[in-house]
């Protein structure tokens, strides 16, 4: 069953569960009422004297001494009800022009025995017709019968309920329609979404126009694989951009390793030119060596395998300036506070270690390369060149050299790796001229 005819089912259900409990509801309540009705004019007609003495007058062997009845011989019984008069021994007295009795029990008969103002109220069947009876005590050893027929009841509740039939079934047939409707706008963006993503699945193409028409559920779940397509759009754009820019990185080393080759094979080589070709070669293989290495640390997400911890950055920063100062011989001091924090050790200190390497290969001998660890922040300092203006923000793209670099070792992958890194954790990397001059001052913020 497809999710748009579930919706329009539920619906639909909900709709006729809600109607029948409501009409139900609302016959009973019209029952009761009516029946209420009856009841409060059978008690008025027992309990009220100057109507009911002349209904017990009208019944002759009621009329006996000793029941000092005040009411007018002679004056005529309704013709709606039915009347009885039970006396404490159990006989029972009809009117003259009523033929039929109304049933008697031990109840009754001991309400006759009772205080004035005693009812009982019950439904009775007489000659298969339904009554609502009333026995009501006199106070003298004598109880009064009054029955009213529930016919009139019984035929305005089979009307009513008719109608209530009839109303559920147009409400139930409305509120399918409407169920079908509301599950066809609810959805279409579901629909949307699915053919979207198969969409995605049959031609790999991540190009899909997705709107978000409605700020709901659906409406964000839209807004988000709309991102999720970006953002997978965007990654295979990298991806194939990376390649084909490695693949150009990597034919200049091994075009020059293979040149080197074919000239090891001559045999008219002496071998001071032979030491220096090797030397060569050596050289080539240690640069394509660590271009391969930075391509796969940006090709890794070690978000993945590298869980967040407390990471203290003064540590940090000292490790990497011993580590650097044995491999270099240059001067890498660090000063600050230092402080706290929370991101993956492994990729920090990569991060870190590229600055200070790059600072490294700019810096002038006798000077010293300075990291700062302030509360929020990491800096690193050379007095190299500088940067122009322009190239600060290309630096930071794969493969990107300055002028000045292309005549320097180095793969241009060191200050991507730091700008993924560091974006990685929610944070910004910047350049800028160092105060006083001359150099460099690469700045982490998180």
Known sequence: MTFRRRIALLAGLSFVAAVIACSVAGYLTVRRQMVAQIDSDLLR?????????????????????????????????????????????????????????????????????????????????????????????????????????????????????????????????????????????????????????EHVADTLEFDVPLAATHD?????????????????KLSREQQQRLVVDASHELRTPLTSIRTNVDLLRRS???????????????????????????????????????????????????????????????????SGPGWLAWGRPTMLERAVQNLVDNACKWNPPGESIEIVVEQGSLSVRDHGPGIPPAERERIFERFYRTDAARAMPGSGLGLAIVRQVIEAHDGTVSVDDAVPGPGSVFTIRF
């Open 45 to 197: 007609r027992a309990t009220d004297e100057p109507l009911a003495l002349p209904e017990l007058a009208a019944v002759g062997e009621a009329r006996r001494p000793g029941l000092a009845l005040r009411a007018r011989r002679g004056q005529p019984l309704p013709t709606d009800v039915l009347f009885q008069v039970v006396r404490a021994d159990g006989s029972i007295t009809t009117p003259p022009t009523q033929s039929d009795e109304l049933p008697v029990d031990a109840t009754d008969e001991a309400i006759a025995t009772r205080p004035d103002g005693t009812t009982r109220l019950r439904t009775v069947s007489i000659d298969g017709e339904r009554y609502r009876m009333v026995t009501a005590s006199t106070g003298r050893q004598v109880a009064v019968q009054i029955a009213r027929p529930l016919r009139e009841v019984e035929a305005t509740l089979s009307r009513f309920a008719l109608a209530l039939v009839l109303v559920s079934i147009a409400g139930t047939v409305l509120a399918a329609a409407v169920g079908w409707w509301v599950a066809r706008r609810s959805a279409r963006p579901v629909e949307q979404l699915t053919r979207a993503a």
């Open 268 to 334: 008219d080589l002496d071998d001071a030119t032979r030491t220096e070709i090797v030397s060569d070669i050596r050289a080539e293989v240690e640069e394509l060596t660590e271009l391969t290495a930075e391509l796969v640390q940006l090709a890794t997400d070690t978000r993945q395998v590298e869980q967040e911890v407390e990471v203290d950055m003064g540590a940090l920063a000292q490790r990497v300036a011993e580590r650097a100062s044995k491999r270099t011989g240059q001067r890498v001091t660090v």
């Open 216 to 232: 709901d559920e659906i409406g964000r779940l839209t807004a988000s694989i709309s991102r999720m397509l970006a953002a997978l």
